[in-house]
């Protein structure tokens, strides 16, 4: 991909090397890189603010635009407090470090994604991890990590995503709420993707699944997706979230969060609560990719197993007797022909030789609500030319 330059926004359009394509590869869910309004808020926020923040919080970096946009985010998701982060990766990162240590346990899915590997591998807490989405599996781990007297006096964390970064897939968090209770684990979840898609208002997984809000000890979120700004942030009681202040490395020490990307993911947030009819246009349009895609011949090639609803989905070749360095050689050339034909899509990027799990090789794609059927049907049929030109390379397609 590094030979690849946009030009211009990484809009529902995107120009890349000079090449006009429909954009299947970045969270732009509602479009906001190309709302006017939003482009307006950030243009009067430089003109105020200036362009950086030059300092952390706690060093002459808070500015009254990050309070207001703690307490927006904190009261959208009815919960007590909030605090921002600069940087999507380093808030998950931070806020793990910043709670769990070297003397506690952690459950945690064995598909999540790297920001979370990161944080539990600083923290040098005992990892146990648990199949992708199986509460079965976690309730199995707990029991037998319980038979000891020296497990069951340890603080126990649960960790997982509300939709999976690395698979698409939607969390079943009814039931590991019911673990969290009856074995009285803290949980945190990672709403990196699910937040300001997932329930009636937008509120995640929790008002997804119509969970009480203090079931869950901490919420993690992104700027980064839905907003499409920059940042990220965690919610939750008073009492939970004021120790990162202190504790939360992202925050204490890197500069805080642009007042101008501040400015952005407010007025972003504001037209999820003023407009929530894009978030069932966002669902009905993920539905509609969905299947299409499995009522289409790409069938006969890739296996697309991430939740209809969700707006982030990953194809992958349907021959698994391929080598993973095989299947990503075959996906880069898919992706390249796409792009070369006006698609823009991308493969799913890991490090292979630090993930926990490595993941197969798949194709990521990225709904919005501008997308079309019409569009559906050209990104579908450009897969499938990919394929068929492909075909000499990769005897098995």
Do not use: W
């Not at 890349?16 to 006017?36: L, M, R, V």
């Not at 509460?135 to 990590?145: A, N, T, V, Y």
């Not at 982030?312 to 080598?323: M, P, T």
Request: charged letters at 20%; a neutral charge; glycine letters at 6%.
């Amino acid at each position: 991909m590094e030979n690849y330059v946009i030009d211009g926004k990484t809009a529902h359009y995107i120009t890349i090397n000079g090449q006009s394509c429909i954009n299947f590869a970045t969270h732009n869910y509602f479009n906001f890189i190309s709302d006017k309004s939003i482009e307006n808020n950030v243009i009067d926020a430089v003109n105020k603010y200036g362009i950086g923040s030059c300092g952390p919080r706690a060093f002459y970096g808070t500015f009254d635009i990050h309070i207001e946009l703690e307490e927006k985010i904190a009261k959208f998701m009815e919960m007590e407090e909030a605090v921002i982060y600069s940087y999507g990766f380093s808030t998950v990162t931070s806020a793990i470090q910043a709670y769990v240590k070297s003397k506690d346990i952690v459950y945690v899915d064995e598909e999540v994604n790297f920001a979370i590997q990161k944080g539990l591998q600083a923290s040098k807490a005992e990892l146990v991890y648990f199949k992708h989405n199986c509460p079965e599996d976690l309730e199995r781990l707990i029991l037998e990590k319980n038979s000891t007297k020296r497990t069951r006096n340890r603080r126990a964390f649960l960790i997982v995503e509300g939709i999976y970064m690395n698979t698409g897939n939607i969390c079943n968090l009814p039931k590991f709420i019911d673990i969290r209770i009856k074995h009285k684990i803290r949980i945190f979840i990672d709403e990196t993707v699910s937040f300001g898609v997932l329930g009636d208002k937008g509120r995640g997984i929790t008002e997804h699944f119509n969970i009480p809000k203090d079931e869950v000890d901490l919420i993690i979120g992104s700027l980064e997706t839905s907003l499409s700004s920059v940042g990220g942030f965690c919610v939750g009681s008073t009492f939970v979230v004021e120790h990162q202040r202190l504790s939360g490395l992202g925050y204490c020490f890197s500069a805080s969060l642009p007042p101008l990307l501040s400015a952005a993911a407010i007025k972003a947030l504001d037209q999820i609560e003023k407009h929530p009819e894009m978030l069932v246009t966002l669902r009905e349009r993920s539905i509609s990719l969905h299947r299409s895609i499995c009522n289409s011949q790409l069938t006969k090639h890739f296996i697309l197993e991430s939740d209809a609803t969700s707006p982030l989905k990953h194809l992958y070749l349907i021959d698994k007797s391929l080598s993973l360095t095989e299947q990503q050689q075959i996906l880069n050339k898919i992706v390249d022909y796409c792009i070369s034909k006006g698609v823009a899509i991308t493969t799913a990027a890991y490090l292979s030789n630090r993930e926990y799990k490595i993941p197969t090789p798949s194709i990521r794609l990225l709904n919005s609500i501008k997308t079309t059927d019409g569009e559906i049907d050209f990104l579908i049929n450009t897969l499938l030319q990919a394929v068929s030109v492909s075909s000499s390379k990769i005897q098995i397609l």
